[in-house]
């Protein structure tokens, strides 16, 4: 059986950092798992509607103590982002007519009706900044920079051409590739620390940027990630501090 050499390289880098950690009173190494809620979102049009995604996440974060007050903690988690949609297209367009063997393009408009799965897999790096509420509660706030490891974007359209030119049902259409390769989000949260090394968190991921490239033009709004995060977590060594 062979063993993917990215999985050994992990596996020695967090051995390296829990053994690190260990000694270090101001270093605290943790793991994490839980769950996206949400759905990269924008303005919907008219009659538009959708629902939410539900996809794990998982990983590990670093923690580095700052003073009483302050800790900085960085993370890298495997993260699905997803969600359904409905929603109405219209446009201009132009339709070929074959009269007597010669092509006519004539101009007129299409107008349907659009269902589509968001199945966005990401590294996610968050940034994050905790302040000490109390003993054991904090609130977090940071940055978040995401590299798309898997684009899915896709469903079917029912559209007519015009006023009876032309009708398709069920067409499937994919634009998995015209999503970005990095996102970029701010984060804001609190976290929940216990005696023994478990912690709890609930945070609200906000995109500050489109999914989809900039040569995509057949959306015109701006589409971002939002999504409510919620982990559960365990951290190695000295439980006893923030």
Known sequence: MRI?????ILVLI?????????NDQNMLLGIRAGINMGTPYSKPEKGAKGAIGIGPRIGFFLRL???DKFDFQGE???SVKGGTYTTPVDGDTIYEQIVV????????????IVRGKFDNRYIDFPFQARYHLGKRFNLMFGPQISYLLKGGNSGTADIDIGLNYSHVSNEPF????????????FLFG????????????VGLSFGLRSIFRSDYDLIDNTVRNIYL???LGYCFGRHHRQ
């Open 101 to 112: 063997g010669d092509t006519i393009p004539i101009p007129t408009f299409y107008s349907g």
């Open 76 to 78: 890298a988690i495997y």
């Open 174 to 185: 994919d634009t998995s590739d015209k999503i970005n390769k990095w996102d970029y989000s």
């Open 4 to 8: 993917n050499a990215r999985i050994i």
């Open 14 to 22: 967090i051995s390296s950092l829990v053994a690190f950690s260990q």
């Open 190 to 201: 609190t976290n929940y620390q216990t005696y023994g090394g478990l912690n709890a968190d």
């Open 229 to 231: 995060q919620c982990s």
């Open 65 to 67: 103590r700052v003073n």
